[in-house]
């Protein structure tokens, strides 16, 4: 069996899976190098560039307590040693743990460097405590002398060293990233290399396959050709490539029966077309009536929402006014119970004056009685005083001023006997003024608040009401708006049933540039139109009658350019004119 005899679909697959072996061969030499690629970059990221820095932060660490001890030194403040106790232990803390984590990473070579590093850095610190101790000890000129003669080239020394272990790192990292350039590199160009080779061989594959398939390819050219050009008559395919077993064959025996089926197809077209038309007139003249009573319809919702939104504002306007009165209703009544209690508090009062008023009257009877008892006492006195002759003369004259004194006194309780007296009964009938006030004010309380329950209720209420209008006019406008779609929907169907009319009539134009053989043309003989209601079609078949026009036409060439020009101006014009 040749290759030229296999299908289409095989020797495309033969292809693709030549290409395919090409594109994983260079996907997996891609991912191999990448790789590469990675795992030269995971070793640099696992030690040279953690190591760095680790050694960087180191250095900070360090550069931060050389200033923090210079400064410590120099100063004349002694207690600058406590202060930073906690700060250069903490510093101590994490230099050792930077020390662990780098020794864990290091090489040969650079725990060589290590070494020398941790000498200057015993000094370094063995400096540090010095001057911390001398300036503990207030001995200013000994932490002096030790920061110039020992801590400072100390620490001259640390830093040389960390930076140079730091280039030392940089230095690593630069030549690993070389390392990696030079992987992507050669990764780079083997890539191009095998994509190169498989453009080559996919170009040779395309043209031979292309080759093998343009030649039955073009006799169906030839056959689509013959159609296009109306021409209906005869065999559609001929010579060998209508016997190839590969698709191209059996696209030529597809060709040749839609050229039997589409004999058949234009002759039952010329016959539907009348049909179609006096069906799209009917269907026409009914959606411009429904689109009139449509239109109707939503003038009158348009009318009936504006009155429901003017009813809606009055019942809000209602509800505001509503609430507005409940809230001044809620604070009459909380005034009204101040009232209340404001005059329960005076009628308490006035029982306690009332209570006082007879205390001092009972109080008053006893200085009256006192009073009498003294007179009755001066009396006997100035009797006695009498008895007594030359002798009491003195006596009976005092004991004369305090009877005098005890009538006045007794006068004098009386008088303001008599005016308590006066006193409590007034403040009684005040009392009696004040508990009626109080009755009146529970009743003003008690009416405010049956005021009060009322707006609530016609708050509800109203706040009902305007949510149920809100209701009726989303539901109102909803359906407004659905009739607008539904007017816009008949609109557009008489549109499409006008247009399909024009199209029934494009279409037989169309129809009439092919050529049938003489048993094909007997069948375009026009059916009377149907009588009766026309049964509505569906609007889905529309587009495949629009389609199939338009295909045709463009089948008809030129050929139907001369029927069109001889119906005249289109009457697509004239339906838009009219609906």
Known sequence: MKLRDWSIGKRLALGFCILLAGLIINTGVGMYRLQGVAD?????????????RLISEWYRIVFAGIRRTTVMARSSDTTLAAQFADEIAASTARAQELIKKIDALSTDEDRKMMEELITYRKAFVAGRDAINKAKSAGEMAE??????????PAAKGYEAMLQKMLDHQKAEIDRTAHEIDAIAAQSRNLQLLLAALTVAFSIGFAWWLTSGITGPISEAVRVARRVADG???????????AYARDETGQLLLALEQMHAGLVRIVAQVRTGTECITAASTQIASGNLNLSSRTEQQASSLEETASSMEQLTSTVRQNADNAREANTMAGAASTVARKGGGAVSDVVGTMHSIEESSR??????????????QTNILALNAAVEAARAGEQGRGFAVVASEVRNLAQRSAAAARDIKTLISDSVSKVNEGARHVEQAGATMDEVVAAIERVTAIMGDITSASQEQSDGIDQINLAITAMDNATQQNAALVEEAAAAAQAMRE????????VAVFKLDGHAAAMQQPAPPRQGPVPRPAAAPAVPYEQGASLVA??????????AAA????????????F
């Open 567 to 578: 119906r005249g101006p289109s009457s697509s014009d004239g339906g838009w004119e009219e």
């Open 554 to 563: 463009r089948a008809g060439g030129k050929r139907a350019e001369p029927a």
């Open 143 to 152: 932490a002096d002398r030790i920061l110039t003669q020992q801590y400072q």
């Open 503 to 510: 199209q029934a009539d494009r279409l037989a134009d169309a």
């Open 40 to 52: 030269a970059t995971r070793a640099m990221m696992d030690a040279p560039l953690a190591k760095e």
């Open 231 to 241: 021409d209906l008559t005869g065999d559609a395919a001929k010579g060998e490539a």
């Open 359 to 372: 205390r001092i009257v009972d109080i008053i009877a006893v200085i009256d009685g006192i009073a009498f």
